[in-house]
């Protein structure tokens, strides 16, 4: 199991991992940021002062009536969820343009009719073998 483990480690694939955790976690803190410092501001601007943060929907407030006292407020706080749901937007919709840039340059480094882009030696090495083969498969049939 500790030569699998190792196997495994070796190859990259928990270093992936773990680069892949830290960079999201770095990412996180950029969003929150970028969210609340930048994007709820103008929010609340645009609707009178008021911070999404902090609405609820209030099911039971806390009263103290003479001896009697209601515990405390029961409310569902819905303005959390307005702004985790602009943080996933957010996310989302960088993470979409990321994949889509990396999309765009693999499809211009694997266009064969492109002349701008330097052809990786392995693949000029497979198409000459690839051309010998055609040729040899040429000279078998005569």
Do not use: C, H, W
């Amino acid at each position: 199991m500790f030569k699998e483990f190792k196997e495994f480690a070796v190859k990259g694939n928990m270093i992936d991992i773990a680069i892949g955790v830290i960079i999201g976690a770095a990412f996180n803190k950029v969003v929150d940021v970028l969210v609340k410092e930048i994007f709820l501001p103008p929010l609340s601007f645009l609707t009178d002062g008021i911070n999404l943060e902090n609405k609820k929907l209030v099911l039971r407030e806390a009263k103290v009536i003479g001896d009697v006292t209601n515990p405390e407020e029961i409310a569902i706080g819905y303005g959390k969820l307005l702004e985790t749901s602009v943080d996933f937007l957010i996310i989302s919709f960088t993470v979409f343009i990321i994949v889509k840039f990396i999309n765009r340059l693999k499809n211009k480094a694997e266009d064969v009719e492109d002349e701008t882009i330097k052809t990786p030696v392995e693949i000029e090495l497979l198409n000459k073998v690839a051309d010998l083969l055609e040729k040899q498969n040429e000279l078998l049939k005569k």
